[in-house]
């Protein structure tokens, strides 16, 4: 008897054994994806992980049912990688192939089939009638058949064709339906009568933006410099870390090392934080390397994600080579990588958050690449503390690369001090006088403008000026935010809304103030202080909609728009040739944010942003707006010393045993009853110090301790570097199953993540 380990889409720990009936032997192996009952549940998908012959004991074993025809076979390095992923960030494998096959991978049952290619119809003249001759006795024949005629003619309009070649063009049918009443009638007719041929074709759901092709930069001496000096050190190192300042080319650099790979017949991975990003690159990478570049991130559909999987599958020259995409691309199909890049690797956003696996995948990445005995390349004009550690500790290499291109001067830093502003009352709404009249210079110049704000929405609170009311969410401890457009008060925690009252519910005063400010009140007051200024703004409620974050960002590239005010959606790598200023609006929320992150944070977001000004125009400036000018990073930001920046993280990290000095596993447990939460909490707690004694702090209610109707705390466990991490792991997870064990604690969320963020 054969039996089959598989891992099925569940959040439960290990793998399933079931028997492989006689007449499935032949196909059923390892990375088949089959169909079983589970429980109650008739057909359910799962990935073959082995094969063997050891008899399960303790229960009746049941039959795979089935074998799904047509979908594509997940590779041996796939399963090994999501098995160090489940390993590593402590969760169960099930759920790391939940995030890693697009939903139309995952089949339903035995009755949904694989997404079929989408087709479309096509019309061409038969070859019988394809001459000047022909076509005008067609047009006499055809005169009793009015609704034909005009479907022929139409046909000849939009294809322009005239009977002189000897094919005719295909053109989609669907350009001809609704020329005349019943196009289809006579369209049928017309095919009937061996006027039209009519074939179909397989149509690309991926929309492409295939411009011509374009020649590979030639590289400036620093650029050239730093290209040679990543291929030495990847000689002898797996990772390498370029320094790059911004708009110091990086990308263009990368663009030649991809190359390489390109010609040696491997693939490669180049990994972007944001979204929005991709839209910039990819045109740049598909004017070079054309068609064999593909996009992939979670925003796409199932249907365009199972197309994207086969083309990475696919080896042939239809295939992707090149994939730009979103940490999720991690888990594509890759067969034979040779380069994997992690732009802008400081960047948070590779972290995921929520659901399970909670991974880096600037991290997972260098994995990866491990496994296909490929390199790592992580690019950033700000490295965050852990890679530059590994770099200069020599676990990765290090590549810096110091002057901008054509040498460009990186932007002037004015610090505009808000206190005093107050003090001497010259403060106008959200502006220093600096950064109104730096506003007003460059608008006259016809130049650009950034606005930055980590904050979106009108005002993160609304408040009564009589009693001091404030609207929270229902559902979670913090305040409604104000969003003007909407004239919604939303939390941004769960999305809840309500329509703000006019009058105050505890005391019926009509004095309801907002309070602080988010993007849309920047983008509302710089409207009113310039009011011929063309002002756009881009964060995630902009953005929103399919498509919309490239309409903005084609704006204000092509000038549509003067002014953008934005997120930290803004700060990361965008390349916007004409931005001369750039305004940080309060720098203070991102310095005074309690995180031990939050220095590291705010140096690297202020100097990203900056970094968007003076690219290509001389003499560009940043305003950064503060109540702190003398605080260190504030010092270090103007300064433009990153070198003295980190050491002052690093001995802040070494002497709170922060990482890189301990590894961080928080534990988080949620309930909606906030007695079992802090109950479940306290056992826990006990349990993991009796194992790991002062390593472990807490529990704690975080900043913000009920989400979603359901209480928040959290353990933490500061591991340190060189003890035995899989034997913590294991111990971790005994203790949460015991927990799980307990009578009253059965329902109640725990969950580990691994170098949280
Ligand atoms: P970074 O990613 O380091 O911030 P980019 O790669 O976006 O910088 O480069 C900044 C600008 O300089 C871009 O507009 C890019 O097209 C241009 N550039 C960089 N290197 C070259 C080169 N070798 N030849 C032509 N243009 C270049
Ligand atoms: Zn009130
Ligand atoms: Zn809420």
């Known amino acids: 008897m054969q039996y089959a380990d598989l891992i099925l889409p569940l959040p439960l720990p290990g793998v399933f054994t079931y028997s492989v009936p006689l007449e499935l032997q032949s196909v059923v192996f390892p990375g088949k994806i089959v169909i079983v009952q589970f429980g109650r549940k008739k057909s359910c998908p799962a990935v073959v992980k082995n094969i063997h012959n050891i008899k399960p004991e303790g229960y009746s074993v049941k039959d795979i049912s089935s074998v799904p025809p047509g979908f594509p076979v997940i590779l041996p390095v796939q399963i090994r990688f999501w098995e160090w992923l489940a390993s590593y960030y402590m969760c169960p494998e099930g759920e790391v192939l939940k995030a890693a096959l697009p939903g139309g991978l995952r089949p339903a049952g035995a009755d949904s089939g694989v997404i079929k290619p989408k087709t479309e119809s096509y019309l061409s003249l038969h ?10 006795q067609l047009h006499a024949g055809l005169k009793r058949a009015p609704a034909q005629l005009k479907i022929l003619t139409s046909y000849l309009q939009i294809s322009g064709y005239t009977g002189a070649a000897k094919e005719s063009p295909a053109i989609p049918k669907s350009l001809l339906a609704g020329t005349v009443p019943n196009s289809r009638g006579a369209v049928k007719a017309l095919v009937d009568k061996s006027i039209f041929t009519e074939t179909i074709r397989t149509v690309s759901r991926l929309r492409g933006t295939n411009a011509g092709l374009k020649e590979i930069s030639r590289l400036n001496r620093f650029q050239e410099e730093a290209l040679a000096d990543i291929k030495e050190q990847f000689k002898t190192k797996e990772v390498v870390l370029l320094n790059g300042i911004t708009s110091g080319g990086k990308t263009e650099i990368y663009i030649h090392l991809i190359k390489e790979q390109l010609e040696k017949g491997k693939q490669v991975l180049y990994l972007l934080p944001e979204i929005a990003l991709t839209t910039q690159i990819i045109v740049r990478l598909k004017s070079i390397f054309s068609d064999i570049a593909g996009v992939y991130h979670s925003r796409f559909s199932d249907a365009e994600r199972v197309e994207i999987w086969n083309k990475v599958l696919n080896k042939d020259d239809e295939g992707y080579k090149l994939i730009l995409g979103a940490r999720s691309s991690l888990f594509l199909p890759f067969s034979d990588l040779g380069l994997v890049i992690v732009d802008e690797e400081h ?4 972290k995921q958050f929520d659901p399970a696996p909670r991974y880096n995948a600037r991290d997972s990445a260098t994995m990866l690449a491990s496994m ?13 503390v852990e890679s530059y550690f590994n770099a200069i500790s020599g676990k990765y290499g290090l590549v810096n690369l ?7 001067e990186l932007p002037r830093v004015i610090i505009a001090d808000t206190r005093e502003a107050r003090k001497k009352k010259t403060m106008k ?6 950064l109104l009249d730096a506003i007003q210079e460059v608008l006259d110049k016809g130049e650009q403008i950034i606005l930055f704000q980590n904050r979106r929405g009108y005002a993160p609170f609304i408040e009564c000026a009589e009693c001091g009311w404030i609207p929270l969410c229902q559902n979670c401890d913090v305040s409604m935010t104000y969003h003007k457009s909407l004239n919604q008060l939303l939390c941004h925690y769960c999305g809840a809304s309500f329509k703000p009252a006019a ?8 004095d309801i103030k907002t309070k602080g400010f988010g993007t849309e009140k920047i983008e509302d007051e710089v409207s009113l202080f310039f009011p011929s200024a063309r002002v756009g703004r881009l964060d995630i409620d902009a953005a929103r909609k399919k498509r919309a974050h490239e309409k903005i960002i084609g704006e204000f590239e092509s000038g549509n728009l003067d002014i953008l005010a934005g997120t930290q959606m803004i700060a990361k790598g965008l390349d916007f040739g004409k931005v001369s200023l750039v305004g940080i609006l309060n720098a203070d929320n991102l310095l005074f944010f309690p995180d031990f992150r939050a220095h590291e944070r705010s140096f690297q977001l202020i100097s990203q942003v900056s970094g968007r000004a003076g690219r290509k125009l001389k003499g560009g400036r940043v305003v950064i707006q503060t109540g702190f000018p003398g605080h260190p990073v504030i010092k270090n930001i103007i300064a433009g010393n990153f070198k003295k920046h980190f050491s002052e993280q690093l001995a802040e990290r070494r002497e709170f ?3 890189p000095f301990v590894r961080l596993i928080r534990i988080t447990i949620k309930d909606a009853r906030k007695e079992t939460v802090e109950k479940a909490s306290a056992t826990l707690a006990a349990r993991l110090k009796k194992r790991f004694g002062s390593r472990v702090l807490g529990p704690e ?6 989400i979603q109707k359901r209480y928040v705390m959290n353990i933490m466990l500061k591991i340190e570097k060189g003890a035995n991490l899989s034997a913590a792991r294991t111990l971790i997870t005994a203790e949460i199953e015991r927990l799980h064990s307990l009578p009253g604690f059965r329902y109640c969320q725990v969950y580990p993540d691994v170098d949280p963020f």
């Open 503 to 510: 009058l105050c519910p505890e005391c019926g005063s009509h």
């Open 701 to 706: 209610y975080p900043l913000v301790g009920r």
């Open 347 to 350: 960047e948070n956003t590779f």
């Open 127 to 136: 070859p019988s009638v394809c001459s000047k001759d022909m076509i005008s």
């Open 402 to 408: 110091l002057k901008r291109f054509e040498e460009m």
């Open 429 to 434: 709404s959200l502006f220093t006088p600096q």
């Open 657 to 659: 045993l922060y990482p």
């Open 372 to 384: 296909h005995g490929a390199k790592t390349l992580l690019g950033t004009a700000t490295p965050s």
